[in-house]
């Protein structure tokens, strides 16, 4: 039987197109074990506001003269999630379907204690796959292979570890994966297309799509995937 993977490091509160990455493969695999790379949708991801986008990000204990991986990488100030969660009340409670997440989303904001980002971005993660009737297995790299490669060949062993001939990479990745690998490993290399998403009625014209998927949640509730192409829908 067919398998397909995809491998992709951790982001916070990850935009739609980070969901049908997921949504179109069997197995996730979440590369935290990579080196952290600063300023980017490791710590941050934006939400639309009144004035526009606006970054919210996670603070962290970062050394530029280390090569510190993405799953040692720690909050360096536990207020974050509490200033979050105000900000994105404030943006979006007057959004349509802001009520019907606004319980479950207060509580992970206002009660969680991890420190690591890695598992932070996880929590997330797995909490919008479930709003968004996402079930694709996912798991750590580090738990999955632990061989001392880096590179194309490091996915590739990845890839073979869960048992996959088929891998759905970001389109990215055409600049640097050595596909030759993964073609004598009898893997085929599938590009994802994050062109042609639909618009959907947002809070705060004008329409931006690369914001975290919460603003997708909270302006069409349980109508989300019919925006995402991976739920292979039209949007009305």
């Not at 060949?153 to 996959?164: K, N, Q, S, T, Y």
């Not at 290399?189 to 009625?201: A, F, L, Q, R, S």
């Not at 603003?215 to 192409?229: I, N, Q, T, W």
Request: aromatic share 12%; hydrophobic share 40%; net charge neutral.
């Amino acid at each position: 039987m067919s398998k397909r993977v995809a491998i992709v490091q951790s982001c916070y509160v990850p935009w739609k197109g980070y969901f049908d990455l997921i949504n179109q493969v069997d197995h996730f695999l979440i590369y935290d074990d990579a080196e952290y790379s600063k300023n980017t949708w490791r710590n941050r991801n934006r939400i639309k506001t009144a004035n526009g986008t606006q970054w919210l990000t996670i603070p962290v204990l970062y050394s530029s003269n280390s090569r510190q991986r993405i799953d040692d990488v720690e909050v360096s100030d536990a207020r974050w999630a509490h200033r979050h969660w105000k900000t994105i009340r404030q943006n979006y409670v007057r959004a349509p379907h802001f009520d019907g997440y606004e319980a479950a989303l207060a509580e992970l904001y206002l009660q969680i204690a991890e420190r690591r980002l890695s598992a932070i971005n996880r929590i997330f993660i797995d909490h919008l796959c479930s709003l968004l009737g996402i079930t694709t297995t996912i798991s750590w790299t580090s738990d999955v292979f632990s061989g001392d490669v880096t590179g194309t060949r490091r996915l590739v062993e990845l890839c073979a570890a869960v048992g996959a001939d088929s891998y759905l990479s970001g389109p990215a990745a055409q600049a640097y994966l050595d596909l030759a690998q993964f073609e004598q490993a009898g893997i085929e290399v599938v590009w994802m297309n994050y062109d042609g998403y639909p618009t959907y009625p947002q809070l705060h014209p004008p329409f931006e799509h690369a914001v975290t998927t919460l603003d997708l949640l909270f302006s069409v509730g349980s109508e989300a995937p019919r925006y995402m192409k991976s739920f292979n829908l039209k949007a009305p």
